[in-house]
Nanobody
Framework: QVQLVESGGGLVQAGGSLRLSCAAS????????MGWFRQAPGKEREFVAA????????YYGESVKGRFTISRDNAKNTVYLQMNNLKPEDTAVYYC???????????????????WGQGTQVTVSS
């Protein structure tokens, strides 16, 4: 059974930074693409970023491009989300997810991911 555990969330002022981490259990971490999603109160879950298994390719949602950076350390079975220049509209619960192996459809859809973490709260004050 795969477990994903997020950490690093918290309260930060607008313009500040946070780094989220997602530690994964299980084998063969490096063959799986990984993603981050977020969900704000009353809104649908939204794609934030994804990274290929070896880290050579990254993908971002339009609202975070240029401010967030996804990365991974396969030796530590961990994926990161560096969030800079945070805005109040970034307030949400952030989820880490493992992409299905051999899934060829868009990175942006939840259906492409089979394991999810419990989420970590990020609150940005104005």
């Amino acid at each position: 059974q795969v477990q994903l555990v997020e950490s690093g969330g918290g309260l930060v002022q607008a313009g500040g930074s946070l780094r989220l981490s997602c530690a994964a259990s299980g084998r063969a971490f490096s063959i799986y693409d990984m993603g981050w999603f977020r969900q704000a109160p009353g809104k649908e879950r939204e794609f934030v970023a994804a990274i290929s298994g070896r880290g050579s390719s990254t993908y971002y949602g339009e609202s975070v491009k240029g401010r967030f950076t996804i990365s991974r350390d396969n030796a530590k079975n961990t994926v990161y989300l560096q969030m800079n220049n945070l805005k109040p509209e970034d307030t949400a619960v952030y989820y880490c997810a493992r992409r299905k192996l051999f899934y060829t459809d868009s990175y942006y859809t939840e259906a492409g991911y089979d394991y999810w973490g419990q989420g970590t709260q990020v609150t940005v004050s104005s």
